[in-house]
């Protein structure tokens, strides 16, 4: 999910701190504030002076995009950025938290999650647009990253760094198994078309701590001067204890960290967010979603955004208090 377009903004960014950092604090100051309601896992680039918000399939398409002239808005829907579905995917059922990003000869490169018509597994997908509102066509062929001896594979995320190599990050859906396969945080390099993988993937993180309940996804990666940052969610989705977390590492070769204590939470959100999870990063901004009722009784999940800041190179949420 990290902007490739306006790279200079929401570059500032990478992962490994020494031993010694102290885990920033924060002071509770205004809460979040909801932006885009039903738009839930929200990707957001900036192109020019606009800003763009796309979302997980929706009664407004299967892909939402939004439109705004900051990052605060107002926010205004703009139609389908994706009205086309790919040959491959079933022809039932959502897509799930897409990535947009500005290729270097301009084009802009769509990842979305879609569901296999061979294997009935969520599968990663690519579609190429001129402009940031679309139309976006899928590419030729079938999806980039579909094994579903892993549960699949979901929540892609492209990230450029800054000495200008691509990479896709990802999750396989292992919790989706119900069998014990791990669920895990991948790296892969890929060409400057974002669409050709190359070579093999690397492990950032997997699901090995009690509070994810087996669930960690919605990577979203960023370079600062002194490290890499890797944001994810954990916990089941559809509720209260879904949460944003991050890692940290010195360098994409060397093992992430996971930070002590969750980014945010319900609680430490105060309960003005539920459920605060699928976050991107835009400059100063962190976007989220935040369930508006119950899930699976009619409930939806916003937008919200909130100011992000950095403490020894890990961030700061303002509006969130530390968690104990």
């Known amino acids: 999910m990290l902007l490739v377009t306006g790279l200079v903004t929401a570059m500032a960014h990478v992962g490994s701190v020494p031993a010694a950092a102290t885990e920033p604090s924060t002071t509770a100051t205004a809460p979040p504030k909801e932006v885009i309601t039903d738009f839930a896992d929200p990707e957001v680039i900036q192109v020019g002076a606009t800003v763009y918000a796309y979302s997980t399939s929706s009664s407004r398409g299967t892909v939402p995009v939004a439109s705004a002239p900051s990052a605060s808005g107002p926010w205004t829907i703009r139609g389908d950025a994706l009205p086309t579905r790919p040959s491959w995917a079933a022809k039932e059922g959502g897509f799930w938290a897409p990535d947009v990003s ?5 084009q802009y490169l769509m990842y979305f999650t879609a569901p296999s018509a061979a294997n009935e597994r969520m599968c990663i997908g690519a579609a190429l647009s001129t402009r940031p509102l679309g139309p976006f ?4 062929g079938g999806p980039l990253v579909c094994d579903p001896r892993e549960g699949g594979d979901i929540d892609p995320a492209s990230f450029v760094d800054t000495d200008g ?5 990802y999750k396989n859906d292992g919790n989706a198994l119900n069998n014990g396969t791990p669920s895990i945080i991948w790296l892969q390099k890929a060409d400057a078309d974002g669409i050709t993988l190359v070579g093999p993937r690397k492990e950032l993180i997997r699901n090995d701590r009690d509070v994810e309940n087996g669930v960690i996804e919605a990577p979203v990666l960023i370079k600062r001067p ?17 949460f944003t977390s991050y890692a940290v590492s010195s360098s994409l070769a060397e093992p992430f960290s996971k930070a002590d204590r969750p980014l945010m939470t319900t609680e430490t959100l105060d309960g003005a967010v539920r459920g605060p999870g699928g976050a991107d990063v835009l400059g100063e901004h962190i976007f ?9 009784e009619g409930g939806t999940r916003s937008t919200y955004t909130a100011d992000l800041g950095w403490a020894n190179d890990r961030p700061v949420v303002r509006g969130s208090r530390a968690a104990s």
Do not use: E, M
């Open 102 to 106: 500005r290729r270097a000869d301009g």
């Open 137 to 140: 066509r899928p590419i030729d």
């Open 165 to 169: 190599k691509r990479y896709l990050l």
């Open 288 to 296: 989220f979603h935040g369930w508006v009722g119950k899930c699976l």
């Open 226 to 242: 002194t490290q890499y940052v890797l944001f994810y969610s954990g916990g089941p989705y559809c509720g209260n204890d879904y």
